[in-house]
Protein backbone atom coordinates (compact mmCIF):
# COMPACT_ATOMS: atom_id res chain seq x y z
CA UNK A 1 0.00 0.00 0.00
CA UNK A 2 1.16 3.35 -1.22
CA UNK A 3 2.10 4.79 2.46
CA UNK A 4 4.83 7.07 4.21
CA UNK A 5 6.47 4.79 7.09
CA UNK A 6 9.08 6.04 9.89
CA UNK A 7 11.02 3.72 11.71
CA UNK A 8 11.56 3.45 14.94
CA UNK A 9 8.34 4.46 16.26
CA UNK A 10 9.36 4.75 19.60
CA UNK A 11 13.22 5.30 20.30
CA UNK A 12 15.17 6.07 24.01
CA UNK A 13 18.56 7.00 23.70
CA UNK A 14 21.32 8.51 25.86
CA UNK A 15 23.23 11.75 25.61
CA UNK A 16 25.80 12.08 23.29
CA UNK A 17 24.47 9.07 20.54
CA UNK A 18 24.11 9.50 17.08
CA UNK A 19 20.39 8.50 15.86
CA UNK A 20 19.06 8.43 12.46
CA UNK A 21 15.19 8.70 11.88
CA UNK A 22 13.88 7.04 9.08
CA UNK A 23 11.59 7.93 7.01
CA UNK A 24 10.22 6.41 3.63
CA UNK A 25 7.49 6.61 0.96
CA UNK A 26 5.86 5.37 -2.08
CA UNK A 27 4.08 7.40 -3.47
CA UNK A 28 6.55 8.72 -5.97
CA UNK A 29 6.15 12.27 -3.87
CA UNK A 30 8.82 14.64 -4.90
CA UNK A 31 8.61 17.05 -1.59
CA UNK A 32 9.32 15.70 1.82
CA UNK A 33 9.45 17.58 5.01
CA UNK A 34 10.37 17.08 8.93
CA UNK A 35 8.24 18.29 11.28
CA UNK A 36 9.38 18.69 15.54
CA UNK A 37 6.48 18.27 17.75
CA UNK A 38 5.49 18.13 21.31
CA UNK A 39 2.25 15.90 22.14
CA UNK A 40 -0.43 17.97 20.88
CA UNK A 41 0.71 21.18 20.36
CA UNK A 42 2.54 23.41 17.09
CA UNK A 43 3.86 21.70 14.25
CA UNK A 44 7.15 23.16 13.97
CA UNK A 45 9.08 22.50 10.37
CA UNK A 46 12.31 22.15 10.68
CA UNK A 47 13.87 20.72 7.59
CA UNK A 48 12.11 20.02 4.06
CA UNK A 49 13.52 18.79 0.20
CA UNK A 50 11.94 19.62 -3.05
CA UNK A 51 13.60 17.07 -4.99
CA UNK A 52 16.82 14.83 -4.68
CA UNK A 53 19.86 16.18 -3.61
CA UNK A 54 17.56 19.19 -2.57
CA UNK A 55 17.32 20.22 1.21
CA UNK A 56 16.29 23.28 3.15
CA UNK A 57 16.38 24.65 6.64
CA UNK A 58 12.65 25.06 8.18
CA UNK A 59 11.49 27.83 10.35
CA UNK A 60 12.84 26.18 13.33
CA UNK A 61 16.19 25.92 13.99
CA UNK A 62 17.42 22.72 14.36
CA UNK A 63 20.86 20.89 15.26
CA UNK A 64 19.78 17.86 12.81
CA UNK A 65 20.25 17.19 9.34
CA UNK A 66 19.02 15.42 6.51
CA UNK A 67 20.14 14.06 3.22
CA UNK A 68 17.90 13.31 0.22
CA UNK A 69 20.02 10.73 -2.39
CA UNK A 70 16.36 8.88 -3.26
CA UNK A 71 13.09 10.17 -4.24
CA UNK A 72 11.38 8.06 -1.36
CA UNK A 73 14.14 8.62 1.66
CA UNK A 74 14.45 11.19 3.91
CA UNK A 75 16.54 10.51 6.70
CA UNK A 76 17.12 12.46 9.58
CA UNK A 77 20.30 12.50 11.84
CA UNK A 78 21.45 14.09 15.28
CA UNK A 79 24.83 14.01 15.68
CA UNK A 80 24.95 14.47 19.33
CA UNK A 81 21.38 13.90 21.39
CA UNK A 82 20.87 16.04 24.16
CA UNK A 83 17.83 15.99 26.33
CA UNK A 84 16.65 19.06 24.58
CA UNK A 85 15.63 16.85 21.41
CA UNK A 86 13.57 15.26 23.21
CA UNK A 87 10.36 15.23 21.01
CA UNK A 88 8.08 13.77 18.26
CA UNK A 89 9.05 13.58 14.90
CA UNK A 90 6.83 13.71 11.88
CA UNK A 91 7.96 13.11 8.16
CA UNK A 92 5.47 14.22 5.71
CA UNK A 93 5.30 14.39 1.63
CA UNK A 94 3.40 15.78 -0.99
CA UNK A 95 3.66 15.76 -5.29
CA UNK A 96 5.60 17.93 -7.12
CA UNK A 97 1.83 19.83 -8.63
CA UNK A 98 -0.29 18.78 -5.52
CA UNK A 99 -0.29 20.70 -2.35
CA UNK A 100 -1.83 18.01 0.21
CA UNK A 101 0.56 16.23 2.99
CA UNK A 102 0.79 12.60 4.11
CA UNK A 103 2.26 12.33 7.40
CA UNK A 104 3.83 9.40 9.14
CA UNK A 105 2.91 8.02 11.95
CA UNK A 106 6.22 9.53 13.73
CA UNK A 107 9.24 8.66 15.92
CA UNK A 108 8.91 9.38 19.58
CA UNK A 109 12.31 10.43 20.86
CA UNK A 110 13.26 10.50 24.58
CA UNK A 111 16.97 11.19 25.66
CA UNK A 112 18.06 10.28 28.70
CA UNK B 1 6.06 34.76 4.76
CA UNK B 2 2.85 33.65 5.12
CA UNK B 3 1.67 33.90 9.02
CA UNK B 4 -1.69 31.64 9.93
CA UNK B 5 -3.45 32.60 13.56
CA UNK B 6 -5.95 30.18 15.10
CA UNK B 7 -8.53 29.77 17.59
CA UNK B 8 -9.31 29.16 19.73
CA UNK B 9 -6.45 27.18 21.31
CA UNK B 10 -8.99 24.86 23.39
CA UNK B 11 -12.94 24.15 22.77
CA UNK B 12 -15.49 22.23 24.50
CA UNK B 13 -18.88 21.21 23.23
CA UNK B 14 -21.49 18.71 24.55
CA UNK B 15 -21.94 15.80 21.82
CA UNK B 16 -24.49 16.93 19.10
CA UNK B 17 -23.35 20.46 19.55
CA UNK B 18 -21.43 21.89 16.87
CA UNK B 19 -18.16 23.31 16.86
CA UNK B 20 -16.67 26.30 14.90
CA UNK B 21 -12.61 27.02 14.60
CA UNK B 22 -11.20 29.92 13.08
CA UNK B 23 -8.21 30.80 11.59
CA UNK B 24 -6.32 34.16 10.03
CA UNK B 25 -4.30 33.97 7.58
CA UNK B 26 -1.22 37.47 6.14
CA UNK B 27 0.04 36.55 2.26
CA UNK B 28 -3.23 37.60 0.21
CA UNK B 29 -1.73 35.86 -2.54
CA UNK B 30 -2.15 31.80 -0.43
CA UNK B 31 -4.63 30.14 -2.38
CA UNK B 32 -5.05 26.34 -0.52
CA UNK B 33 -5.98 26.18 2.30
CA UNK B 34 -6.55 22.58 4.42
CA UNK B 35 -7.57 21.61 7.70
CA UNK B 36 -5.78 18.29 9.35
CA UNK B 37 -7.20 16.38 12.36
CA UNK B 38 -5.02 14.41 14.75
CA UNK B 39 -6.26 12.45 17.15
CA UNK B 40 -3.78 11.30 19.87
CA UNK B 41 -1.44 9.34 19.29
CA UNK B 42 -1.67 9.24 15.55
CA UNK B 43 -0.22 11.10 12.88
CA UNK B 44 -2.01 14.32 11.19
CA UNK B 45 -4.49 13.30 8.78
CA UNK B 46 -6.21 15.43 6.02
CA UNK B 47 -9.97 15.69 6.74
CA UNK B 48 -10.99 18.50 4.32
CA UNK B 49 -9.58 21.18 2.04
CA UNK B 50 -10.86 24.44 -0.02
CA UNK B 51 -9.07 26.49 -2.64
CA UNK B 52 -8.93 29.93 -3.41
CA UNK B 53 -11.85 30.35 -6.13
CA UNK B 54 -14.29 28.45 -3.37
CA UNK B 55 -16.32 30.49 -0.79
CA UNK B 56 -17.95 27.32 0.63
CA UNK B 57 -17.32 23.04 0.75
CA UNK B 58 -18.83 20.89 2.88
CA UNK B 59 -18.23 16.87 3.58
CA UNK B 60 -20.96 15.55 5.37
CA UNK B 61 -21.17 16.65 8.94
CA UNK B 62 -17.43 18.86 7.87
CA UNK B 63 -17.76 22.26 5.93
CA UNK B 64 -14.71 24.50 5.40
CA UNK B 65 -15.51 28.53 4.27
CA UNK B 66 -13.16 31.03 2.47
CA UNK B 67 -13.04 34.47 2.97
CA UNK B 68 -10.71 36.04 0.79
CA UNK B 69 -11.49 39.97 1.33
CA UNK B 70 -11.01 39.29 5.67
CA UNK B 71 -8.22 36.42 5.07
CA UNK B 72 -9.67 34.27 7.28
CA UNK B 73 -11.33 30.42 7.00
CA UNK B 74 -13.50 28.53 9.23
CA UNK B 75 -13.82 24.63 10.02
CA UNK B 76 -17.68 23.77 11.11
CA UNK B 77 -18.50 20.39 12.47
CA UNK B 78 -22.10 19.88 13.04
CA UNK B 79 -23.40 17.06 15.58
CA UNK B 80 -20.57 16.47 17.29
CA UNK B 81 -19.81 13.06 18.43
CA UNK B 82 -17.30 11.57 20.83
CA UNK B 83 -14.81 10.97 17.92
CA UNK B 84 -14.56 14.18 16.79
CA UNK B 85 -12.28 14.89 20.13
CA UNK B 86 -8.54 15.75 18.86
CA UNK B 87 -6.12 18.54 17.59
CA UNK B 88 -7.04 20.11 14.32
CA UNK B 89 -4.72 22.39 11.97
CA UNK B 90 -5.98 24.80 9.53
CA UNK B 91 -3.20 25.64 7.47
CA UNK B 92 -2.58 28.07 3.93
CA UNK B 93 -0.45 27.59 1.11
CA UNK B 94 1.02 30.79 -0.28
CA UNK B 95 0.58 31.70 -4.34
CA UNK B 96 3.85 30.27 -5.74
CA UNK B 97 4.88 28.49 -2.48
CA UNK B 98 5.73 24.82 -2.44
CA UNK B 99 5.29 24.67 1.79
CA UNK B 100 2.11 24.55 3.86
CA UNK B 101 2.27 27.47 7.08
CA UNK B 102 0.05 25.71 10.20
CA UNK B 103 -1.66 27.40 12.41
CA UNK B 104 -1.32 26.20 16.15
CA UNK B 105 -4.16 23.95 16.35
CA UNK B 106 -7.33 23.84 18.70
CA UNK B 107 -7.86 20.99 21.13
CA UNK B 108 -11.40 20.02 20.52
CA UNK B 109 -13.32 17.92 23.13
CA UNK B 110 -16.53 16.71 23.21
CA UNK B 111 -18.77 15.58 26.15
CA UNK B 112 -21.09 13.24 26.51
Known amino acids: EADIYQTPRYLVIGTGKKITLECSQT?????MYWYQQDPGMELHLIHYSYGVNSTEKGDLSSESTVSRIRTEHFPLTLESARPSHTSQYLC???????????FGSGTRLTVV | GENVEQHPSTLSVQEGDSAVIKCTYS??????FPWYKQELGKRPQLIIDIRSNVGEKKDQRIAVTLNKTAKHFSLHITETQPEDSAVYFC???????????FGTGTQLKVEL
Open chain 1, 92 to 102: ASSALRSEGYT
Open chain 2, 91 to 101: AALAGGGNKLT
Open chain 2, 27 to 32: DSASNY
Open chain 1, 27 to 31: MGHDK
